[in-house]
């Protein structure tokens, strides 16, 4: 299948076989920033090999995973302006897609810069929105960067980037698809398209959790998971970023670690203590997790939702409190400040300015 949006997306098993002939289409030579974890895979080989086949000279460049994003970015910037290349890919998670975005952005002061992604993972919010994340790792230097290119932006959203996940790694990105769609269908602005996607999103997610985290490896399953992934992330491409969303990213920034390590914690405590207020919104979300209660029992909605995302995570052994990531507490702190400072719209289910009381809930 295939999409646009701006952006060219091809969606399907074996899309990634395209890789190589866009490529070729958009450009001469092509720099693929990836991470370390993808060295010797096959993630990584599917895509070079691709490029070999349509004739088009590449170079790789790793990411130390010792290295800051802000690092790294100078790093892919030096490289791609000594190689002469035209064309910038990436491959990896939601830090390598917003590397690459960074790269092109600072590469597009001179010229327009073609540009390919291929996650490889379930979901990403900013996978559509004109947006990049990068930081330093310092409070003053976590910044959500604007993203428009006027030159070509494709994306390969292929379930064979995933496979090799373990069913950890599975289960957590699947949970922190779910916070993404619950924030994002519960938000007071979010319109019947979007409700109607995050919905049956959730629904398809929810239901095949457990086949996923039994075979992981399975590309039947990782489709109908990498597709429900693409509908959480053209719904959020619809509406504001959300508070979660945005705290999320930013704690992980300043912490250094991956900007994807903490939605499968914040879920539960999001259900819990802050969905009941959506009403009837919860209601029709509460369907596609498989509950179905009257109006007068709506409050007790979310909780019974949380109990049964807690149970995935004593499973799966994923962390249940901020503790067990051993952040400092200036940490923790910082973040709450930084998302606090930020223009963010209001209407959603969890605002800036109860971000010490949703923090508190899971110390």
């Not at 990436?90 to 540009?115: F, H, M, N, W």
Request: negative net charge; proline residues 5%.
């Amino acid at each position: 299948m295939e999409f646009h949006f701006p952006q060219h997306v091809h969606i399907g098993q074996g899309v990634s076989q395209k890789f190589g002939l866009a490529a070729k289409e958009s450009g001469l030579r092509v720099l693929l920033l990836t991470d370390s974890s993808f060295e010797g895979g096959k993630e990584l080989g599917i895509l070079t090999h691709s490029l070999e086949r349509a004739a088009v000279p590449y170079l790789v460049l790793t990411r130390n995973p010792r290295q800051s994003l802000a690092e790294a970015l100078k790093e892919a910037v030096t490289v791609a302006n000594a190689s002469r290349m035209d064309v910038l890919a990436a491959l990896g998670g939601a830090d390598q897609l917003s590397l690459g975005r960074s790269a092109v952005i600072e590469l597009s002061a001179t010229k327009a810069v073609p540009y390919l992604e291929v996650p490889s993972g379930i979901c990403y919010p900013l996978l559509l929105r004109p947006e990049a994340f990068l930081s330093t790792g310092h409070p003053s230097d976590v910044r959500f960067l604007p993203f428009q290119t006027d030159a070509v932006h494709q994306i390969f959203l292929d379930p064979h980037m995933a496979t090799g996940q373990s069913s950890k790694a599975s289960v957590a990105a699947l949970l922190e698809a779910l916070f993404y769609a619950v924030e994002a269908c519960l938000y007071d602005g979010t319109g019947l398209t979007e409700q109607s996607l995050l919905v049956g999103a959730v629904e398809s997610i929810w239901s095949t959790l457990k086949k996923i985290y039994e075979n992981p490896a399975n590309a039947e399953y990782r489709l109908l998971a990498t597709q429900a992934g693409f509908n959480i992330s053209v719904a959020c491409a619809l509406g504001p970023r959300g508070t979660g969303l945005t705290f999320s990213y930013t704690l992980a920034g300043l912490a250094g670690l991956s900007t994807a390590a903490f939605g499968s914690l914040l879920l539960a405590p999001l259900l819990e203590d802050f969905a009941p207020r959506a009403g009837q919104r919860l209601r029709t979300l509460g369907r596609a997790f498989g509950y179905e209660v009257a109006e007068d029992e709506t409050a007790s909605l979310g909780p019974k939702i949380a109990q049964d995302v807690r149970k995935f995570l004593n499973a799966h052994k994923l962390p249940l409190r901020l503790a067990e990531y051993k952040l400092v507490d200036t940490q923790i702190t910082q973040a709450v400040d930084v998302v606090r400072g930020l223009d963010l719209r209001r209407g959603g289910i969890l605002e800036s300015d109860q971000l010490p009381q949703f923090v508190r809930s899971i110390l």
